[in-house]
């Protein structure tokens, strides 16, 4: 993280919408590569000035050609350089000169291919930035907008027709996938209003690209395929930009594994990050991560469809409506799998729904039996009384082919017409096997329509978390909480930034040796534990720099002896500072708290399984730091050993209240200087109800570092 | 489980495939239930003799009508009982008199629908039983078979056409469920070419109908819609059945949450059981359990598909080819999620890939970037050259727009088919956005069609379990282990079992009182653990009847008085039949192996986290017992605490040998007598390599019993 606030957000008007376009490199043949870029821009209709540039030719397929893009009448919006990789830095230099305001470099060989090309890349950048101008790419397979009618790419996507329309724009780093996925979205008559391929992000990048479109009044919706984050307070500028204007980022992020990771640096020669801290950066801004291009498209639908109805759920809760109880059942569990709630209908709609339909099943899910076809106003009645009062935030219709039948489909679609209109701003989803022109009926109704129930569920549960995610109100960094220390910091100084931090410890002393650790151990009276004191022993367990439950000073004594020998021998260069000695904590449950620097997106703060479950468990939640009270309890809540703190087998509840507390502490420490700070506390023993938190063992690491969270 | 190893297997021909049909309460309208049954058996062209039962009609949409189905001239095959639910019973009677030999009852308001319905119904199949007839129902939509044309249903699922052909067979227990997986099959060009629904099964379930579809030779693949399986041990045998001639089973379980379950009962009366016992059922019979409707037909659609052209993935060795880098990356994070494997390819083939692609990437994913389009036979031969050696069992390609646009379709075809043609018994997968007519060129090549990469791998992924987990050798149950023990059974006799099992045990004392115990633990001359022996205290820890590292006879006294103390306090029934005195153990890892007896399927064996983690961790695996050696070690790699069962943070790694065979030795014990047997061992401690396992604590209760895995 670049420690800006407030990133500067550049007018990308230029390229994004521009009045006037170049084209570099123009050729004559409207089939291939440059040739069809140009046909694009005629046969889509491109609204401003276009000019060719080809020095070997006076005219490219109708349109005036001229020699350089300086010979130009005027400065141009957008330059499309689409000339071979060893071309580009003159082209681009031209470009400089005649005043472009953003210019796109297709040609690849850049830096993903190693060091000379980014060098090469290097010196693009310096020519784009001492001009003022955008530069895309290189890399980049180009950017349109169906407003501007600016069709600038060299991808064959457009060869089934141009967008019309559409209020959903997309940044994506691959432009391969990109254009697959708005290929994919053209097919199932989503139009992407706004398309832009970020290549090797040599200057833009998508973060900004995504400001923009945040900030764009025609655009609802915002999807995103990321390999990369090349600045983080960017992106989390952008996104936050997205939530405040409440427009939903749908974003697919790959390098979720090893595998893929390296991929990902061999594709555009970025570094994926670690994934954890990507799912925490979309917890923060309510973005829907989907797993695949289906899921994205599926959610994309799902929001623009819900925005343009003013339909968006306002909360979980979800009734299940249908006449096949094999759907109603299939549906349940998958409702409940992705976190939808099902409660009951009120009484007086369940005695209605019991008297109007025998059989039915009047619980939620809703099943109305197969005589729904015959009983269709009932139906709709049914499905009205259900939405009218508070109970239900969204409904989910199964109709299937039923409701596509010749003889039934017309009062199907009716009865479910009125009864949307009846139930505004309620969410309404429907699977239905209809035809095109029938579903797109039902769409204008206010249904979003889907052929497969889970499809649709997971859609609608993706709007409800994003939802209630964007409108969690973010932490600011106003009350942080500077610390400070002087030399290594040891153990003890840890500690006593959490003693500042109000976290609870116990009453420890360090001894300088083995003498006054006995007496230390004499004065409690009750068994103590021994600890080693060094700056240079991060992991005190595997040094055999610890002893518990000692029993007095004679067994003190030779703890402090025996602890020395092992240290010595495991870390013959460790100095040591001294041995700490304090009584056995209460027994409670461990948990880990940690605060980590990550190079891209600054402070997160990691909450899980304490002790020796650390390790192996992987039982963690992760969030953008610092958090608020709200987001640590649902950190807890995300996590197995949420289970263990509820107490089981007849152990007491732990405090969690004060389990809370700490985490919103340890979320807030920053070095003033802004130093990256990492901060491990591990075990933080959480005590029964009312006893409180201590923090047994606590580490400060200098500068960033790897997370122990396997 | 009834205990019926080999179910009696019936002969269905005269319901799957009949020769002639009876329907009794044919109607004259062809658009509304019983008319519309009729019309399909006419407009389908059902190829044996049919015969319509009207009292009140000489004839029925052309057919001459019959009184009764006793005034036939011949007995039919299939009588289909449309009338309603309080004339069936006779229908039925009257079906039986006249000798047919399947009858299938679409009427509801029997078993689901209460007691008196529940009565109907046993009189129904009293009936069907004493007439040696096959009942299909009540609440059933019907079943059809697509040879025989005999489409003998009253759901609307024909009206886009009647099914042709296909090697497909579907069971299911919701008939809704079924039409509408039908339809969406239909609609993406499969044909199911037998179709079941079994309704409330009072006589003919889904395992008996199963068990019949896997001894068709013209059915390849099999799915199952399942909500409660009515005959475990019939189930089994019909899985086996399948596993053993090489059928792929695909199913949607549904009832996975506790409202799931709750919907199930509703619904058709069944019982939907222990979720992850179904899932032990899978993991047996090479079973793929899908989650929804959309992912059962993907996979059957590829594994249909790979049968008909022999490519039946042999491992999971995959290459993934590429000509969109984020393609590439995308589908190396679904793919290894997915437990797919990604090895380089060969050295060899490496270099022609480099050589011929400039800038390509040839490892694995394999991209061979966008020069692709212009380097086609290039492409053929790199693919043709991954599957000529044994390194891949497979190849996922993404293609995508690229392989559609017009000017290049034919040419993209044209070099896969042939690499095809070169790989013969290699799975071909591609994701490629053609027409209907194109694709289909592509399937007639060998390659499995998709859109979606996601969707591609995850079919893919379920083909390469289910090969894997069907070839291997299942456990049998000649060498069970027959145990027993007198009166009410304690830890001492759980233990002594697992003694002649081959199971480490510490050197424990029962001690009938304090003075005894203070004697063993002074001949220990070690720290020891107290335990209280009685059959009436399952949890010893919750009643405090436990003390650990208790040092000497004076603290061991102590320890057996507050034993008692607390024991009388929590339990005062309880009858104390001594004190286990033993060493106590050495360091390891706590383990959970448990025997449970479940109802439906019979001895199940749970291996998880133990200790004071089982009840809150839920870290289990199961299978069906007896379990291989193989098996043992698949469910330790499942769970979590494998992980730390490999050493971490310096500790040693565990004895996993010994746990495989105490995990085979528990799967096989069993009660000579039949008695059910739930028997579990928590913690079985896992010592480092070398030391083998300790059981810490045993118990064994008697009946089936739930489950205490969270």
């Known amino acids: 993280m670049s420690g800006r606030d407030n990133p500067a957000v550049r007018d990308l008007t230029p390229l994004l919408r521009p009045r006037s376009i170049a084209m570099i490199g123009a050729s004559s043949d409207p089939t291939r590569g440059n040739g069809r870029t140009l046909r694009y821009l005629l046969q889509g209709g491109f609204k401003g000035e276009l000019f060719a540039i080809n020095p070997n030719r006076s005219e490219v397929q109708g349109v005036r ?23 580009v830095a003159a082209a681009l230099c031209e470009c400089a000169a005649a005043g472009t305001r953003a210019a796109i470099v297709f040609a690849n060989g850049f830096a993903e291919a190693g060091a000379a090309g980014a060098q090469a890349q290097r010196e693009l950048v310096a020519t784009a930035r001492d001009a003022g101008m955008i530069l895309l790419g290189p890399n980049s397979l180009g950017a349109y907008d169906a407003r501007a009618r600016s069709f600038m790419t060299f991808s064959s996507m457009f060869e089934q027709g141009f967008p019309q329309g559409g209020r959903i724009g997309m940044v994506t780093q691959s432009g391969g996938w990109g254009s697959e996925a708005r290929r994919l979205a053209a097919d199932r008559g989503m139009s992407i209003v706004q398309w832009v391929s970020t290549g090797n992000e040599a200057d833009l990048n998508a973060g900004e690209v995504l400001h923009a479109m945040a900030l764009d009044p025609g655009i609802d919706v915002i999807l995103l395929y990321l390999e990369g984050a090349r600045d983080g307070a960017q992106l989390r500028a952008a996104l936050e930009a997205a939530r405040v204007n409440g427009k939903p980022v749908v974003a697919v992020k790959v390098g979720r ?41 599926d959610v994309a639908y799902a929001a623009s469809h819900a925005i343009a109805h003013t339909r968006m759920p306002l909360g979980p ?76 935030a969204g409904a989910v219709i199964f109709v299937g082919m039923a409701g596509a039948a010749p003889a039934l489909r017309e009062r199907w679609h009716g009865v479910l017409e009125d009864a949307a209109r009846r139930c505004p701003g309620k969410w309404l989803g429907v699977t239905i096997l209809a035809d095109p022109q029938m579903a797109k009926r039902y ?34 960094d106003k009350d942080l909480h500077a610390v400070a220390w002087t030399g290594s910091p040891t153990e003890v100084d840890a500690k006593r930034i959490l003693g500042t931090a109000g976290i609870g410890l116990l009453d420890e002393h360090v001894c300088a040796d083995a ?36 029993c007095g000073a004679a067994a003190t004594r030779q703890a402090v002896t025996t602890i020395q020998q092992r240290v010595r021998a495991a870390f013959p260069q460790a100095r040591i500072s001294g041995f700490l000695v304090s009584p056995m904590a209460a027994a409670g449950t461990d948990c880990l708290v940690a605060l980590h620097h990550d190079e891209d997106f600054g402070s997160v703060i990691v909450f899980g399984a304490g002790g020796v479950m650390t390790e192996w468990l992987g039982d963690v939640s992760m969030r953008l730091a610092p958090v608020t009270e709200a987001e640590a309890r649902a950190m807890i809540q995300e996590t197995r050993i949420s289970k263990a703190l509820q107490g089981w087998r007849g152990a007491p509840a732990a405090d969690i209240d004060a389990l809370v507390s700490a985490i919103v502490a340890i979320s807030k420490l920053r070095v003033s200087d802004g130093t990256p700070l990492n901060f491990e506390v591990n075990p933080l023993r959480v005590l029964p109800v009312g006893d409180g938190v201590i923090a047994l063992d606590a580490l400060i690491a200098a500068g960033p570092s790897k997370r122990r969270d396997s």
């Open 257 to 297: 594994t090893q595998a893929g990771q390296a991929a990902v640096a061999t594709h555009t020669a970025a570094l994926a990050g670690e994934d954890r801290v990507f799912a925490a950066l979309c917890h923060r801004y309510g973005v829907h991560r989907a797993d695949s291009l289906e899921e994205l498209l």
């Open 515 to 550: 003498e006054e650790a006995a007496s230390a151990a004499e004065a409690f009276g009750i068994p103590v534990a021994v600890k080693v004191v060094s700056a240079d022993i991060p992991h005190k367990t595997e040094a055999g720099g610890l002893a518990l439950n000692v």
């Open 443 to 476: 769409e204008e109704a206010g249904y979003a329509v889907f052929q497969d129930t889970s499809r649709m569920l997971r859609a609608y549960a993706a709007l409800v978390a994003m939802r209630a995610a964007s409108m969690m109100a973010p932490e600011t």
């Open 317 to 392: 809760e979800t009734v299940i409506v249908t006449h096949s109880g094999g759907f109603g059942v299939h549906m349940t569990d998958q409702a409940v799998q992705l976190g939808l709630q099902l409660p009951e209908p009120p009484g007086k709609t369940r005695r209605f729904i019991e008297e109007a339909f025998h059989g039915a099943s009047a619980r939620n899910p809703v099943d109305l039996t197969g005589q729904t076809q015959n009983q269709l106003p009932e139906f709709g009645r049914v499905v009205e009384l259900l939405l009218e009062g508070p109970r239900f």
């Open 65 to 87: 050609s001229w020699r350089s893009i300086g010979d130009l009448p005027q400065a141009v919006d957008a330059a499309i350089v689409a000339v071979p990789g060893a071309a």
